[in-house]
């Protein structure tokens, strides 16, 4: 394998070309300095390498001008453009533009390297050996060939139980967002399905700045889709990074959640599963709420059958534990136990099993904060309350607590 | 500014790329310091941008943030604030300790 590095950082060069040739020891990698070299012309022998790894900024050029100009050669191999973080409509023009994938350069790692290059250079006997490698061809393909009028997909970049999700662009002005496709054996589920379209019509419902937008829905080629709003600031989990927040900071995210959980509960709507990854970030630090797979219209409460336990373990309420029918106030419970991670930078319950995790909150007081963080002792205890009747009954009263106590308006 | 050393761990196996990631960024001071007394915000912002893409993929977060706040600096052409943060840089590339695992 012959890999061509472009990237104006000596440091960057050399430590993609270490994690390359670590992965691949027989792998030939070639580093080109941008800032000493120019563009390659025509002569330039592209069909002699695997792959291209191309920066964005180059110094002395831009990476899209040069990705452009890479493309019209017919021996040019895959791209992997590298984009900063936040930076998607850089990425979204770079996939328009013919890269093959791309990768934000802060977020770099060896594994993703590493899977990225697989991913693009390995061929369909390879990638058949490994059941992973194979699934995630298998939403790269999906990708491809699903067609939403309008929007372009461009590049799988989550996958849950049941759905995958691809960055996408809206034609006409590159807007980044984001399509979420029912995976095919969940689309071949009546519940699945009937769930997945609920999501739309209930975020629809709801007109709110701290619920993901939603630009449109449907069925192509037998799966159902969903095209959201894209989050340049990530979710609360990549935010967190496993630690804790600054107190400030936690409480001003917390205060967000109960103004989108207000919102949503004002719609008659639970979310059900509230989590970090489940809270995106703006560009502006704004919050808000997505993945409403099991989020429920109150009124249809008595539809989830009795017994039937939905939700994440780490964040469930102990009534969901039990498979009680549930109103507002497990939100508040789910968003008490993410204040305490934003607090504490640790999980409240941890255990072996998630029954062992879900357990806890049935019958294990929740620790109590550091000396240093006892004046946010008392509002984490009334929201993790594992009477529900002694807990704050809405998102409401939790807000006039923050403002009576910590002066938060 | 503290008289803490800042411990960065950094996996075993960068152990040889990482003098030279360190003599880069030692490098960029100075060059961060040129930029600023010629005004050219251009540059800086381009060395901060290739701070904060570099930083992370080698552990050293701080580089990053450091970078992402020169980009935005140089962006808004705020000599006082670049000044603070090219000293905020040495000061912290000269406490700097790698522990290597």
Redesign the interface.
């Given at each position: 394998m012959r890999i061509l590095i472009i990237d104006?950082?000596?440091?960057?060069r050399?430590?993609l070309a270490?994690y390359i040739r670590?992965e691949w020891p027989k792998a030939e990698v070639e580093e080109f300095d941008p800032l000493v070299r120019d563009m390659p012309d025509e002569q330039f022998p592209f069909g002699d390498y695997e792959l291209i790894i191309l920066?964005y900024?180059l110094?002395r050029g831009d990476g899209l001008e040069w990705l452009h100009e890479f493309r019209k050669r017919s021996d040019c191999p895959p791209v992997l453009f590298?984009t900063?973080a936040g930076n998607e409509i850089i990425a979204v023009r770079a996939m328009k533009a013919g890269a093959s994938d791309y990768q934000r350069?802060?977020?770099?790692t060896r594994e993703r390297l590493i899977t990225s290059i697989r991913d693009l250079t390995l061929d369909a006997a390879e990638r058949t050996l490994s059941p992973e490698l194979a699934a995630r061809m298998e939403g790269h393909m999906l990708g491809e060939r699903v067609r939403i009028p309008g929007f372009r997909i461009l590049r799988l970049i989550g996958e849950g139980g049941m759905s995958r999700v691809y960055l996408a662009s809206r034609e006409g002005d590159d807007e980044p967002l984001v399509v979420k496709i029912l995976r095919s054996e969940a689309t071949a589920d009546k519940n699945a399905l009937a769930r997945f379209m609920e999501e739309y019509a209930l975020i629809e419902r709801i007109k709110s700045r701290h619920v993901a937008r939603i630009h449109g829905h449907g069925v192509s080629e037998g799966h159902a889709y969903l095209v959201m709003e894209f989050f340049d600031g990530g979710d609360l989990n990549k935010r967190l990074g496993g630690k804790a927040s600054p107190p400030h900071e936690a409480l001003r995210i917390f205060r967000e959640l109960m103004f989108a959980l207000g919102d949503i509960h004002e719609c008659g709507i639970l979310h059900r599963d509230l989590k970090p990854q489940n809270l995106m970030f703006r560009a502006d630090g704004s919050l808000a709420i997505v993945d409403f797979g099991i989020a429920k219209h109150v009124d249809a409460i008595d539809r989830t059958g009795y017994g039937e336990i939905v939700g994440t373990p780490r964040y469930m309420s102990p009534e969901q534990v039990r498979g009680m029918a549930l109103d507002l106030r497990t939100d508040i419970y789910s968003s008490g136990v993410l204040l305490y991670q934003m607090l504490a930078g640790r999980h409240l319950f941890d255990g072996e099993t998630a029954v062992e995790v879900a357990l806890q909150h049935l019958n294990k007081p929740a620790p109590g904060l550091v000396e240093e963080l006892a004046q946010y002792q008392r509002l984490l205890d009334k929201l993790l309350e594992k009477d529900r009747d002694a807990r704050f009954r809405n998102a409401d009263e939790v807000i006039g607590f923050l403002a009576r106590k910590f002066q938060q308006t | 500014m503290t008289d803490s050393v800042y411990t960065v761990v950094v996996e075993k196996d960068l152990e040889d790329l990482v003098p030279a990631f360190m003599t880069n960024r030692r490098k960029e001071v100075e060059t961060l310091r040129a930029a600023l007394e010629a005004r050219d915000f251009e540059q800086l912002r381009q060395l901060g941008h290739r701070m904060k893409g570099v930083g992370n993929s080698y552990g050293f977060s701080k580089v990053s943030e450091l970078g992402k706040s020169i980009e935005d600096g140089a962006r808004d052409e705020d000599r006082v604030t670049l000044e603070a943060l090219i000293v905020d840089y040495a000061d912290y590339l000269g406490r700097v300790k790698v522990v290597y695992e």
């Open positions: 104006d950082d000596e440091n960057l050399s430590l270490h670590q920066d900024m110094g590298l900063g350069k802060q977020e770099l | -």
